[in-house]
């Protein structure tokens, strides 16, 4: 049944303007023959304001003259910033370290005059941060090396987020936003480890990497449901306790004998997420857990036939420490089963097909589909060092190419189904500026580079 019918007729206008003034100074000196020591200032003015009005529609005039004092605010923000740092380098033949940090001085100032309230009223605060950093680098040779970084940052709230007016979202009646000119700024530390081993004479590679970040009094939003009117405001607000780590795993085995030129490859994937917020003014936290492993051969047969097989299973589970209106097990899995196929004919003809197949399971009504992804092209290399190249291909000859994604939010999981670029045909030509040309290159354009390898460089911007 309806309960109530609404109808709002409003104009809001508004305004944000921001100027930043700064100015810096460093200062480096040898200490030895093997290190420098470099001192720095810098002095920096923010200065912001945001002027909101609004205003309803006004029946017996026929005109939006009639103030709305609830999305009517005046609101200026001031950041005088002073950062003094050092920072103390030391290099070797085998390793090398920089161990530095910064102390920040801010002084903030926010004025507020609401048209609700009539007040004119200041608010300041005073922050003292250090912002430390250390990196460490050892290279047990030139193709293996090992890497560690810690660094530790300051990010202040925004103007929208320290601006106490009320913003009703223009798409949904039912939403509102308005800001908090309590904030407390938000410390973020980052780690992160890393070893890297790669033989370019057999493509035998080993890449390791951790990461690590937890934040101080992170920016999160505090979600106020009156249920009698069936309206959600958004208020920003500081938490803790917020962490996420991960790890990524590549190794690349070259296969020996009648299959040289040939490979094993793998890649792991493990993350988890526990960020927060606020239901109520009451603390939720959401766990996001997701492990991926990805197994491939890729076989090269006399520099002309290039094979390549691999597989992915990925699990992902969500779960939030208020259960009100979600289940607890909010889990699905996502696999990949793919195939590449590249054959070089008369020296300068490139035939290429590759097969995707992706098979989702354990998302909401609907989304639980299988999708064949099938792609072809053949190229043709021309002048004397084959450096130029026409090119036919088809994206997607089946014609089943669509996107299948979940989000997660304070208080939501959403899936989306998003039909994207479909079949379609393309030529195109390239030329190779490189002064060596493509001779020397194997089908996949790459020298010894697997086509398979180097469709998953290029798509890894897209993950």
């Given at each position: 049944?309806?309960?109530?019918?609404?109808?709002?007729?409003?104009?809001?206008?508004?305004?944000?303007k921001?100027?930043?003034?700064?100015?810096?100074?460093?200062?480096?000196?040898?200490?030895s023959n093997?290190?420098?020591?470099?001192?720095?200032?810098?002095?920096?003015?923010?200065?912001?304001?945001?002027?909101?009005?609004?205003?309803?529609?006004?029946?017996?005039?026929?005109?939006?003259?009639?103030?709305?004092?609830?999305?009517?605010?005046?609101?200026?923000?001031?950041?005088?910033?002073?950062?003094?740092?050092?920072?103390?380098?030391?290099?070797?033949?085998?390793?090398?370290?920089?161990?530095?940090s910064?102390?920040?001085?801010?002084?903030?100032?926010?004025?507020?005059?609401?048209?609700?309230?009539?007040?004119?009223?200041?608010?300041?605060?005073?922050?003292?941060?250090?912002?430390?950093?250390?990196?460490?680098?050892?290279?047990?040779?030139?193709?293996?090396?090992?890497?560690?970084?810690?660094?530790?940052?300051?990010?202040?709230?925004?103007?929208?987020?320290?601006?106490?007016?009320?913003?009703?979202d223009?798409?949904?009646?039912?939403?509102?936003?308005?800001?908090?000119p309590?904030?407390?700024?938000?410390?973020?530390?980052?780690?992160?480890?890393?070893?890297?081993?790669?033989?370019?004479?057999?493509?035998?590679?080993?890449?390791?990497?951790?990461?690590?970040?937890?934040?101080?009094?992170?920016?999160?939003?505090?979600?106020?449901?009156?249920?009698?009117?069936?309206t959600?405001?958004?208020?920003?607000?500081?938490?803790?306790?917020?962490?996420n780590?991960?790890?990524?795993?590549?190794?690349?085995?070259?296969?020996?004998?009648?299959?040289?030129?040939?490979?094993?490859?793998?890649?792991?994937?493990?993350?988890?997420?526990?960020?927060?917020?606020?239901?109520?003014?009451?603390?939720?936290?959401?766990?996001?857990?997701?492990?991926?492993?990805?197994?491939?051969?890729?076989?090269?047969?006399?520099?002309?036939?290039?094979?390549?097989?691999?597989?992915?299973?990925?699990y992902?589970?969500?779960?939030?420490?208020?259960?009100?209106?979600?289940?607890?097990?909010?889990?699905?899995?996502?696999?990949?089963?793919?195939?590449?196929?590249?054959?070089?004919?008369?020296?300068?003809?490139?035939?290429?097909?590759?097969?995707?197949?992706?098979?989702?399971?354990?998302?909401?009504?609907?989304?639980?589909?299988?999708?064949?992804?099938?792609?072809?092209?053949?190229?043709?290399?021309?002048?004397?060092?084959?450096?130029g190249?026409?090119?036919?291909?088809?994206?997607?000859?089946?014609?089943?190419?669509?996107?299948?994604?979940?989000?997660?939010?304070?208080?939501?999981?959403?899936?989306?189904?998003?039909v994207?670029?479909?079949?379609?045909?393309?030529?195109?030509?390239?030329?190779n500026?490189?002064?060596?040309?493509?001779?020397?290159?194997?089908?996949?354009?790459?020298?010894?580079?697997?086509?398979?390898?180097?469709?998953?460089?290029?798509?890894r911007?897209?993950?």
């Amino acid at each position: 049944s309806l309960e109530r019918d609404t109808l709002q007729d409003r104009i809001t206008n508004q305004k944000t303007k921001t100027t930043t003034t700064s100015a810096s100074a460093t200062y480096t000196e040898p200490v030895s023959n093997n290190s420098v020591i470099a001192l720095s200032y810098e002095y920096s003015h923010d200065y912001s304001t945001s002027d909101g009005k609004g205003f309803d529609y006004n029946t017996a005039s026929g005109d939006y003259d009639n103030i709305n004092l609830l999305t009517t605010n005046y609101f200026e923000n001031t950041n005088n910033i002073n950062r003094a740092g050092v920072n103390y380098r030391f290099q070797k033949a085998k390793y090398n370290f920089q161990l530095g940090s910064n102390v920040q001085l801010t002084d903030r100032t926010n004025r507020s005059i609401r048209a609700q309230t009539g007040k004119d009223s200041t608010f300041s605060q005073s922050f003292t941060n250090f912002n430390p950093l250390a990196n460490f680098t050892y290279n047990f040779s030139r193709s293996k090396t090992l890497r560690f970084n810690y660094n530790g940052n300051t990010s202040q709230p925004t103007i929208d987020q320290l601006q106490d007016v009320i913003v009703p979202d223009e798409t949904n009646p039912l939403l509102f936003y308005t800001g908090n000119p309590n904030l407390k700024q938000a410390f973020e530390h980052r780690f992160r480890l890393n070893y890297n081993a790669f033989n370019a004479m057999t493509f035998r590679f080993l890449s390791v990497n951790l990461n690590f970040s937890t934040t101080q009094n992170k920016i999160v939003n505090d979600i106020i449901t009156d249920r009698g009117k069936g309206t959600q405001t958004y208020r920003p607000t500081n938490a803790s306790g917020v962490y996420n780590g991960s790890s990524f795993i590549t190794l690349g085995l070259p296969l020996r004998g009648k299959l040289k030129g040939s490979s094993l490859n793998f890649d792991n994937r493990i993350s988890y997420n526990h960020d927060g917020n606020y239901l109520n003014s009451q603390a939720n936290f959401t766990n996001i857990f997701l492990v991926s492993q990805k197994a491939g051969v890729n076989f090269d047969i006399k520099q002309k036939l290039n094979l390549g097989f691999n597989g992915t299973v990925a699990y992902n589970k969500t779960d939030y420490t208020q259960q009100n209106s979600l289940s607890p097990d909010q889990q699905y899995w996502q696999q990949t089963y793919s195939a590449d196929i590249t054959y070089i004919a008369f020296k300068r003809l490139v035939l290429a097909t590759d097969f995707d197949y992706n098979l989702y399971s354990g998302l909401g009504e609907g989304f639980n589909q299988a999708i064949p992804l099938w792609n072809a092209s053949m190229a043709l290399q021309v002048f004397k060092k084959r450096n130029g190249e026409f090119k036919l291909s088809v994206n997607d000859l089946l014609n089943q190419n669509q996107a299948i994604t979940r989000s997660v939010s304070d208080n939501y999981i959403l899936d989306t189904r998003t039909v994207v670029l479909k079949r379609y045909f393309l030529l195109s030509f390239t030329y190779n500026l490189n002064r060596s040309g493509a001779g020397n290159q194997g089908p996949q354009g790459m020298p010894g580079m697997p086509r398979q390898m180097q469709r998953g460089m290029n798509n890894r911007g897209n993950l």
